[in-house]
């Protein structure tokens, strides 16, 4: 198979599991990094066996970079992907796209006048139970859906957020638990969901007094379709609980998916994962396979390194997009959705009332950092 040359952008805790990724993909042939700190990319590459660059320009040029995986702080992942692509490289940005809408259009914008790809990752939408939810509402299984909601109760602890200067921070984390730990559930729900028109909500620091952002959030949706769904999050529930993503159809059939596995922190920074698995499934006629789904899955799940695996499944399908020239499995367009509703629940908390969409891009997210509801 015809391999696309790619690069890391980033070498933080996520860059590992990208370079994994990369290393098994068939399509892929890993060959160099950049950091800003140019020993930290020379550590890397070392490791990894590629060549570390000091500056993204050079690095696309001389080792003939055809993709790069940005892994940076949410806030800077606009400005490197604008570099790289302005290089000539198409762009897979880890989740979120971005922390602001400008940064996002900035970005598709480059992408349409470079002609390149601009992708995101958000993996969990790969995993089986997911696929298989959203297969079932496409064939019309719930007849329509007309409510979902995302639980997502997760913890971190003091040890978490001191592990990286970013963590906790507006500037360089963008925001909370919406910005970082929510957005594949906050992906899944748009994807089984269709168009928001409006949000409602609220946000708080209900247990981590040495952050800036949110550790809490909650928000009730409203779709295009006349849908409803409700959202809450949260990194103060300890220990964690499961973060499912449920959606109940017009004909009363419901189903879900745990989207990560229950995942049990452990001092905040290590975790027990389970495999995602469908915990509702009352479409008639096959609740029976729920129990079946599951075996199968689990025993899957033991056999590799999820994390891994699927961000290698993705990476495949962004360097096949280069190689057959067509979209992405989620385009930047597609992750611009997930910015759009988290900024809408940050609007809406500051404002104390509904936001209608389409956000404008104006909206900018700094305009109301640290001023929550009264």
């Avoid at 409602?200 to 006349?226: C, M």
């Avoid at 989207?259 to 995602?276: C, K, Q, W």
Wanted: with cysteine; hydrophobic share 40%.
């Amino acid at each position: 198979m015809e391999k696309i040359k790619t690069a890391i952008i980033g070498t933080g805790k996520v860059a590992d599991l990208h370079a994994g990724a990369l290393r098994k993909a068939a399509a892929s042939e890993f060959v160099a990094v950049w950091n800003r700190t140019f020993e930290r990319a020379e550590h890397f590459a070392r490791k990894y066996n590629v060549v570390a660059y000091h500056s993204i320009e050079e690095m696309i040029e001389r080792a003939g970079v055809q993709a790069a995986i940005v892994g940076t702080t949410h806030p800077s992942h606009a400005e490197t992907a604008i570099r790289a692509m302005r290089a000539g490289a198409h762009v897979l940005v880890e989740k979120p796209l971005a922390a602001s809408l400008q940064d996002c259009d900035a970005m598709i914008k480059t992408a349409k006048e470079t002609g390149l790809k601009l992708g995101l990752i958000s993996q969990r939408r790969l995993y089986p139970p997911v696929q298989r939810i959203r297969q079932a509402i496409d064939a019309g299984k719930l007849d329509v859906p007309v409510l979902a909601s995302v639980t997502m109760l997760g913890w971190r602890d003091k040890k978490y957020y001191d592990s990286d200067r970013w963590r906790g921070t507006w500037e360089l984390e963008g925001g909370g638990v919406l910005v970082n730990q929510a957005p594949h559930q906050l992906d899944i729900f748009q994807w089984f969901m269709g168009d928001i028109d409006q949000v409602y909500g609220v946000w708080d620091n209900l247990n981590h007094p040495y952050i800036e952002v949110e550790d809490t959030a909650a928000a009730v949706v409203k779709f295009k379709s006349g849908a409803l769904g409700t959202i809450l999050v949260s990194n103060s529930q300890n220990p964690a609980l499961y973060g499912t993503v449920h959606v109940f159809g017009k004909n009363g059939a419901s189903v879900g998916v745990q989207t990560d596995g229950g995942a049990m922190f452990v001092a905040g920074m290590s975790t027990i994962l389970e495999a995602p698995y469908n915990d509702i499934w009352t479409i008639p006629g096959e609740e029976h396979y729920r129990e079946q789904w599951k075996r199968k899955e689990t025993e899957l799940f033991q056999k590799i390194n999820p994390m891994e695996y699927f961000h290698q499944l993705q990476i495949q399908d962004f360097c096949e997009s280069i190689l057959k020239d067509r979209n992405p499995m989620i385009t930047g367009q597609e992750g611009r959705k997930t910015v759009e509703l988290f900024t809408a629940i940050y609007r809406s908390a500051h404002d104390n009332r509904p936001v209608q969409f389409p956000l404008s891009p104006e909206y900018n997210r700094k305009d109301f950092d640290g001023r929550k509801l009264n």
